[in-house]
């Protein structure tokens, strides 16, 4: 028997479902590893010895194939020719994963074994089933076809088994067909088969599914008995009246197995192990953080470009979530904060990665709160459809939507056919505006595109360094664009933060720290071309980045202006970035310095703003609610919380004459001078401010 290392496996299809829960392997992207073009698969494989198996994953999906037949031929039957062709070159087992949908029957009570002949009855299945045939030719093939799989880590895995616990958490209905058959699988059990699959070499064809038959109804009746929900929740319905369900093409994809070898658990025992692990997601958010490691990822590759040449160049003081204030004073565990360059792009990024939906379930920003940045907002996306020229009935997404400040001033001004999306489900005063509480993403494209099929514009403000998958953003971005649609995103600019030290920016909801450099080489392997930047002072220096599908675009300089500016100052430069650090770290040891005197003199202390930015800048200077009385904030979602791993009360400005202190650090430096006119007649009283960026000041 051939021993198989599975450190040295290839996976295809790594950020699919199935890729993204395999902890072993190396995951090319598509990009490193285009499994279509041949010559790009054979250079690959050049640069790799000793790789032990190949696991093919990658597939155009049923609803993709069906509209685009071609690419489905393409990706699914030519990728696996060439795939396999490297395994049969190097005489290594070929895993190649298929599923049910190579049989059809009209017969509900049909079950497909490991020798039923395939009758596909789709796009997808057919093709399957001839790469299928075609991987068949060899004599290692491992060829595993598995049922209807839930369980994905990450938001863009999440699908029928989610969307039906979100929408039941949240007492709506959950639309679930009755009359189609499948073998509901937990994608967890698929993989831990796999392996075994692997280990003992048995090639041939495996059907590994959870035991059981269901239909949709039946796995939502399970999910509404597990939440103690009222099962009137399911509005169950025929194949053809459930939305986006594909072509009917067939009443059952029930498999089951003749290996006894190859027989799981029952379905019902494996959903109701994620049902209580989407439970504990869910719930973190309120009580005590407990084994987070589930919840976060250190990345080894490059965002932008799957490099693994990264250098970390600053590991912070590590924090909780920065936006996870607490009811009451808790003992919140800590995550590590380590910031990267990539020295392919020279993206600077973030390496941990939090879970979306135990970051973002209870989001506390809202961004009408501050004066300054409504304002900001709402003239930006006027200035947008003045530039682009926009007529009245032009499509316009936003993503982020947040609160809706923009979508209304859109409305507002006559433009009829406006939509937003924001994951946020608990902002209320957005109720009656046309946004949909989701994620962005190739997940979320269906639903808005039963809105609108295209748009010409898409623009998006301080959200996109927030979200995991940027690679799947673009590539929706691009799909949703007409042909001479522009895309704008607003984020904050490096090139300002590395120039003023604001090291505070750094935190788990900001995984990307924008330059024109990397944006630029990003944009352009997504098809989409930077032909416009435009700096301004908004939360400290920001950049709006303009995009367009065009490749002819006509670029304008300022492009060629920022990409200098960044080189001038060398801020790729490993050497530059080890000296800022360490000028970051000065700066805290003299506000350490200047803050421990005056308690020690007896001087109360207090804080302005609970900002995400305050979690970061409070856990660097290692300050406790010994020191600090309190924070204030008028954000009132936040008041009456506790700060996150420090536990400092937040409170409305009425503290400051209830609890007199005398000295306020300004925690939201982006917003000094309304802070500063908020302080006014505090000062007049005596109360002295101290301003940490961009140097120390006490006014
Ligand atoms: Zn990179």
Redesign the pocket.
Known sequence: MTIINLDNAIITGGSGMVGNNILFGKKPSSIELNITNKTQVNEYFEKYKNVSCIIHLVALNLRDSENDPIKAINININGTINMLNIAKKLNIPFIFLSSGAVFSSFNSNMKFCENTEPSPNCIYGSTKYTAENIALTYDKTILIRTGWLFGGNQKSHFKFVEQTYNNMINDNKAICCNDFYGSTTYVVDLINKMKELISNNMYGIHHVVNDGISTGADVGELIASLLHKSSTLIDKRTFHDVPNSGPKRSSTEVIITNNSFNRLRDWQSALTEYISLLQTRHSINTVSIKNIEKYWMKRNR??????VN?NIFYNLEPTPPANHFVNEPINQEKIPLDIAM?Y????IQLMQILEPAFLYSHYFYVSSTSIGMTKHLKDSVINFTKLLDLNKIANILEIGANDGVCIKELLDNGFENVLGIDPASNIHSRHNLPIICDFFGSNSKKLIQDKYKNFKLIYAFHCLAHIEDIQDVFKTIYELLENDGVFIMEVGYFYEVFRTKQFDVIYHEHIDYHTCT?MDRFAKSNSLYLFNVIENNIQGGSIQFYFSKNKDVEINQSIDIAIRKESRIELFNNNILSKWKLSIETICLDMNYIINSFVNSGRKIAAYGASAKSTTFLHQLKISSHIIKYIVDDNIYKQNLYSPGLNIPIKSADELSLNKVDYIIILSCNFTDEILTRLDIYRKAGLRIIIPFPEIKII
């Open positions: 490059c965002r932008l470009c799957n490099s990264i990539c392919e792009c020279k993206h990397a």
